[in-house]
């Protein structure tokens, strides 16, 4: 019989840089092609910037352009703590590199934010900002798994990254009354198969 790991009691000697929750969908029209839509959403209880929202939602993030031409836009309520998630954290995302439209999108103001339902069947965000309406929709989702990631292997390779995940293999993403395009794929993630959709809960970026 193989014994039991003790973990030792610790406080963890890093700096939390932000957290809070940060659910994600990363949608493709054709596995093999370039992403369709990228939304990130970040709901932070802890920043050097305070709290707030952001969200970030690219529906053509290859063009460096915002409205009217597209709805490549940051809805946010703190926008200094949105220009800090955006540069220090983002644009080093997978799914945001290459994201032409990430640097040129409006920063447009947050006035109204909810989320509903739960990681056991569907999860969904509401947000409203200024010419801005998104219906978030997280649905067959899996298993709650709990990744801790160092910081040679993280986004940033600055942060060592504590979280909470829960895949989505399928979303719906309706923004002024119309669909966004694209569908979750497959990817591997912490070493094990995972979405491009996902929940992640208690998110804690800590710098080492």
């Known amino acids: 019989m193989i014994a039991a790991m003790t973990m030792p009691t610790m406080t963890h000697p890093g700096t939390v840089d932000w957290s809070g929750e940060n659910p994600g969908m990363y949608l493709k029209e054709n596995a093999d092609g370039p992403f369709s839509t990228l939304v990130s959403f970040f709901r932070v209880v802890a920043s050097p910037h305070g709290r707030g929202h952001a969200l970030i939602l690219l529906e053509a993030p290859l063009l460096h352009t915002s409205i009217p031409e597209a709805l490549n836009v940051c809805v946010t309520d703190n926008e200094s703590l949105a220009r800090y998630l955006v540069n220090e ?30 990681t056991r069947s569907a999860y969904m965000e509401w947000v409203k900002g200024e010419g801005v309406e998104a219906s978030l929709s997280w649905e067959n989702l899996g298993e709650p798994f709990m990744v801790s990631i160092p910081k040679e292997k993280s986004a940033t390779g600055r942060h060592a990254l504590f979280s909470l995940f829960v895949d989505a293999r399928k979303v719906t993403a309706t923004v002024n009354g119309r669909t966004l395009k694209g569908e979750p794929v497959p990817r591997e993630f912490a070493g094990r198969q995972s979405s491009t959709a996902f929940l992640a809960y208690s998110e804690t970026w800590i710098r080492v």
């Open 89 to 118: 954290f983002a644009a080093h995302f997978g799914a945001f590199k290459g994201a032409e439209a990430l640097q040129s999108m409006d920063y447009v103001k947050l006035t109204g934010v909810a989320a509903s339902g739960d």
